[in-house]
Structures are given as C-alpha cells and as structure tokens.
C-alpha cells in the first residue's frame, strides 16, 4: 500500500507538471500572437499617420494658397502713387510666400495629434515659395508651384522615434493669381500716365465752382462737376482696363476711394499744365510693399536682410512747403506818373489729391475660400493721384486807372490779379520760384 | 509483475493525464480567444485599409477640375451644400455624387461620412455589432484662423 501511495503522488506531479507544460506553452503562443499583432498594428498606424498628416498638409498649402491669393488681392496694393509704383514681381512672390506660409502653420498647428500608443510631433514649415520663372511668357496663368520646406513629421514609441521630411511641391491648379496680376502691372504701366492725364482734365476752370475753395469727399455736392468727371474717367479706365486684359472671364471696375482738393489763390504762374501736387495730409497714403529676400534664396541663413521701405514714393510724395522766395530785379524805375492798362488777368489756383481702386474679378475658376456666396478671385490695385494746377479760372478784363491805383474792373475780391500794365512806365521784373504771396485785387506794375 | 491494483492505478492515471491534456487544448481551441485575435486582424485590416483610402481621398484629383476630393468636401462644408459652384470653365460638381461614387468603389455600401452639420452614405444595417471609424482631418477654408474639421468614415464588418 505504501509503494501504491508513493506511485500515486508521482503521478499525481507528473500530470500537474505536464498540465502546466501544456498551458504554458499554449498561453505564450497566445501572447505571440498578441505582440505580432500589436505590432502590426503601431506599424499600419504609423504608415496610416504619415500617410494621413502629408496629405493634410498637401491640402493644407492648397488652401492656404488660395487665401493668400484672395488676400493679395484685397490688399489694395497701390500700382499708381504719381507715377507708376508697381510691387515687383519679386515682392509679390514674396508676399504670397510668406503669407502661405503663416496660413499652413496654423493648420499643421491644429492637426489633432493625440494617440495613447505614440507621441507625434509636426514642426512647422520653414518656407513656402512660388517659382514664377513662366510669369511673363502666361506659363503661370492658368496654374503655378508652391513649394514648401523644412517640416518634420516625428512619431515617438517609448523610446523609439520615427521621423520623415514633410516636404511638398504642389501645382495649385484653376488660380490665376499671376495672370491678374500681369495684365494689371501691365495696363498700369502702360495707361497709367493717361489716368492722371484725364484726371487733370477733369481738374479745370469748367468743373469747379467758382465760390467753393474745399472740396472734402467725392460725393461732395459742392464740386460736383469734378467729382462727375473723376468718376467718369475712372468708368472710362475700367472698362479699357477690361478690354486690354481680353479675357472673357475677367470684369474690371472701378471707384473712386478718397478725394480732396482745395483752391489756391495767388500761384507764380497761369500755367494750365498738372504737376505734382503738394500732397497735404488727406488721401494722400501709398500702400506697397517691403523689398525682402526670398526664403528659398535664404534657407540655412541666420536671417533676412530686410530694406527701407516706400522710399521712393515718400520722395514723390513729400513737399517740405518751405518758400524759397522770389528774386525781383528792378532794372528801372521813374517816378512819374503812369496810365494803367493793358489786360488784367483774375486767376485761381489748387490742388487735389485723389484715389481710385480698380477691382478685376475673376470669373473662370472660383476658389476654396471661406466665403460660401461669391469664391471669385479679385484684385484690387489702388491708384493715387496728386495734382497742382494753376490758371483755373481765368477772366481776363482791361485794367483802368491812373497807376498806382490801377484797378481791374470786375475782379472777385480773393482772386489774384496779373499783367495790370503801367503806360508808360519802366519795367519791373518778377521772377518768383515759389507761389508768392501778392496782396489781392490790387493792380501791380510790370 | 504488476499487482492488479497498480494497473489499475496506473490506468487511472493515464485516463486523468488524458482528460486533463483534452480540457487543456480545448480551453485554447474552442473558447473565445481565438475566434478574438480573428477579429482583431479582421479589424485591424479594415482600419488600414480606411486609413488606405483616406491617403487616397486626399490624393485622387477629379476629372474637369484638378481639385482633390478633401478641397471639394471642404467646399462642401463651408458652402453647407451639396452642390458648389467653381466658375464659368467647370461648373457646378456634385460633391455628394462624386464623394459617394468615390467611397462606394472601394467600401460597396457598406459606409458612411459624418460630421456635426454633414451626412453621406448610408445608414448602417440593425444588427450590426462590428463597424470600425477612422477620423479624417480637412483643412477647412476660414476667414481667421486655419481651421480643419474632423470627418467620421465609418465601414461595418457582417
């Protein structure tokens, strides 16, 4: 009985041993299994997140491309400040990078990177850039590159970390950015010169009124056969704006944005020609903008170098209004007494300052903009013009008198008087440089 | 020679030993556990294969319009409707026609696309207990900030 007990519990160990065995071995198949498949799993979600945050992106710059273009294009950046200021080429580029650039960050910085199994970590792109080497051959008219660097898609397990360059070069298809903006620069350059021209026509002795010096809007009642003209002119400029684009889908307009003007009395001459007017303080802003280097032409550099800006149109603009006299050289004089005659010239003098905006619409291609009713890509250019002209108004009549009270009939008491000659009588010259000051209604000698 | 009473222990033995390695693979072969790592392959292939046609959905450019079908849905969502116009050269597409001829190809009609204000697709069958859901991020087009909106695709195993 005793050999049998000890028998039994050496059976009894065997089987629990190989039990054990058994379910040992199965269970870490099983668990095999299980970290196979676990594995499989971070694998399929890795290629799936990399897969997933590129095509994000992609889309991502897609977008952020065509605000920037909308942006620009509302920008009212000023092709016309006096003379013709046209951003260059090299400045847009650089706007509508950096502006892409801005816009793609804040998507990749909202993209949801929360997992339990991973850390994923997206830096920021460094760089977008639009090559335009086609603008001027219509290469980038229908479509164009945007390229953007130096991003980084890390995925971290643990201590594991998986890390690949995020770099895209995507077309941007159906956004003719360029090719409004190549017509535009164009037609600016082109007609810009006849725009002030015409706005000087319309500055003349039959458009202002004769008793109202300001002219403060350009609805303003007061001068509204000059605010009539300008708009008139401007209707005129878009619809030749229009038909120099030729393009079917494109629709130009145009409005007047600011208007200011003012009489003068009293200028040096009664010279009907425009110039450059002294600008004052109203309607007199220039928008354009900074010269900076490309980040493509960049990338690696420390920093950008960054340059003065609006330099030259502040050097259209500005009028330091200090006179600088006026030179008068008597040749010679007899005190005796003279008849006045000879023709007495009443005159007027001012200046306006005056802005337009252009807007062509885009109608071909409508883009993924944020604005559910109207996606058409518009740019705006803005227009500034300064203009001085003297000899507005003019009424000649015949001077009377016996000098030196001379006295020009009918003349309006704030009006300036010229060419009231003395007979006989030396001559007294006056050259003047600056407008000068002569005292109102009363006859000089010449 | 062995004693009767030993064989029969010994028979005994052997009989429990048999039993006990039978109940062993048993557990292992007839419970629930490998049906279970079935499923989960079966999902996890599901899931790649969704996370396959969302790379593919960000990717693929329709005919007439060079957009990609992420662009059209933001559209889609931004204009709150199914139809978005794209001017004079291409027209008015059909977002929800070209998304569900898109989605029908690869998954039949067995999915769906959902978010807060947008659904696409078709209803899931009652008595389905097995759908798998992947989240596509859009970048949305915004007037501020670049938003993006996060789109449910959900598929369903019978």
């Not at chain 2, 207990?129 to 501020?144: A, E, F």
């Amino acid at each position: 009985m005793k050999g049998q007990s000890s028998l039994l519990v050496l059976l009894a160990v065997m089987v629990i041993m190989m039990g054990g065995w058994i379910f040992t071995s199965f269970y870490q198949a099983q668990i095999q299994e299980s970290t196979v498949s676990e594995i499989e799993t971070i694998f399929s979600k890795i290629g799936t997140y990399l897969n997933s945050i590129k095509g994000f992106s992609k889309n991502a710059l897609i977008l952020s491309v065509h605000k920037a273009t909308s942006d620009i294009g509302t920008e009212r950046l000023t092709f016309y400040c006096n003379d013709v200021t046209i951003p260059t080429t090299k400045q847009m580029r650089y706007e509508l990078s950096s502006k892409t650039l801005n816009l793609l960050n804040d998507y990749i910085k909202n993209y949801p990177v929360t997992d339990p199994l991973m850390v994923i970590e997206i830096e920021n792109f460094s760089c977008v850039d639009t090559p335009i080497e086609g603008l001027e051959q219509g290469l980038n008219d229908e479509n164009f590159t945007a390229n953007a660097y130096g991003s980084k898609i890390g995925i971290s397990i643990k201590e594991n970390n998986v890390s690949t360059n995020n770099v895209m070069l995507e077309t941007i298809p159906e956004n003719r950015f360029w090719f409004l903006y190549r017509n535009l620069r164009d037609w600016t350059s082109q007609e810009g010169k006849n725009f002030e021209k015409m706005v000087c026509d319309c500055f003349s002795k039959e458009k202002l009124p004769r008793t109202v010096n300001e002219m403060k809007n350009c609805d303003d009642s007061e001068w509204p056969e000059f605010t009539n003209c300008f708009r008139e002119v401007i209707n005129e400029r878009a619809k030749n704006m229009q038909d120099f684009i030729n393009d079917p889908n494109v629709e130009c307009s145009g409005e007047p944005t600011c208007c200011y003007g003012q009489k003068e009395r009293c200028p040096s001459s009664i010279d009907e020609q425009c110039g450059i007017g002294p600008g004052g303080t109203q309607c007199t802003s220039c928008n354009s903008l900074p010269d900076n280097e490309l980040c493509i032409d960049t990338i690696g550099a420390s920093s950008e170098k960054s340059y003065g800006t609006n330099e030259k149109i502040k050097n259209i603009v500005s009028f330091d209004g200090e006179p600088e006299g006026h030179d008068i050289s008597v040749i010679s004089f007899a005190p005796e007494e003279f008849r006045c005659g000879g023709p007495c010239t009443f005159y007027e003098s001012g200046y306006i300052n005056v802005k337009a905006q252009f807007t062509c619409t885009d109608k071909k291609y409508q883009l993924s903009l944020p604005f559910p009713e109207d996606r058409y890509l518009k740019f705006t250019i803005d227009t500034k013009i300064s203009l001085q002209k003297n000899g507005i108004n003019l009424r000649t009549t015949e001077c009377e008198g016996i000098w030196p009270d001379c006295k020009c009939p009918g003349s309006p008491e704030d009006w300036c008087t010229a060419d009231c000659k003395s007979v006989p009588g030396t001559v007294v010259t006056a050259v003047p440089t600056t407008p000068p000051i002569f005292p109102s209604t009363v006859p000089r000698p010449v | 020679m062995m004693k009767k009473g030993q064989f029969e222990l010994l028979e005994l033995t052997i009989l429990v030993v048999g039993i006990s390695i039978m109940l062993i693979i048993s557990y292992f072969m007839f419970t629930e556990r490998t049906p279970k790592l079935e499923r989960l392959v079966t999902e996890e292939y599901s899931y790649s294969r969704l996370g396959d046609i969302v790379t593919a959905l960000y990717n693929t450019k329709l005919s007439g319009t060079e957009r990609t079908l992420t662009q059209l849905l933001a559209d889609r969502i931004v204009t709150n409707s199914s139809s978005v116009d794209y001017g004079e050269k291409v027209g008015i597409i059909n977002i929800d026609k070209q998304a569900t001829e898109f989605f029908d190809a690869y998954l039949d009609e067995k999915w769906n696309l959902t978010d807060s204000e947008m659904s696409l697709g078709y209803k899931i069958p009652s008595g389905i207990k097995r759908k798998i859901t992947y989240q596509i991020v859009l970048p949305k087009p915004s007037i501020l900030y670049s938003e993006i909106v996060i789109l449910n695709l959900c598929t369903w195993l019978e």
